[in-house]
């Protein structure tokens, strides 16, 4: 769907929620128009550069952006965490969720330790 359009209909209708990927909140952004709505994004990572984007958008507003993440392999999500600050983070386990973090060889670390993204998991 057209950006443009997609922005207006999420005016015109009075949207509060839009679950999407960073590409399509990235195509959002670009056009100008009445602030967007309480986005949920997730699907692939979110770059740097998005987070600030974000961050900035929403600063000071009720409204908020959140980053949910999941394991490709269940197609759900399992953390989430609001985007304000400098930096992406994937957040905490949703409720009734329960996260591992591993190193390379599949061993629980420690709280703190950070894991590893690789394509042998959720990575």
Request: charged share 20%.
């Amino acid at each position: 769907r057209d950006p443009m359009q997609l922005r207006a209909y999420l005016a015109r209708e009075s949207i509060q929620v839009l679950d999407a990927t960073p590409l399509q909140v990235e195509a959002l952004l670009e056009v100008q128009g009445a602030p967007l709505p309480s986005v949920v994004i997730g699907g692939e990572a979110i770059s740097a550069n998005l987070w600030g984007r974000l961050a900035a958008h929403y600063a000071g507003r009720a409204e908020g952006a959140l980053n949910a993440y999941g394991p490709t392999e269940t197609t759900v999500d399992a953390t989430v965490t609001r985007i304000e600050g400098p930096l992406p983070r994937i957040g905490r386990p949703m409720a009734n969720v329960r996260c591992l973090v591993l190193d390379r060889q599949g061993q629980e670390q420690p709280e703190g330790v950070p894991g590893e993204l690789y394509i042998g998991g959720a990575g």
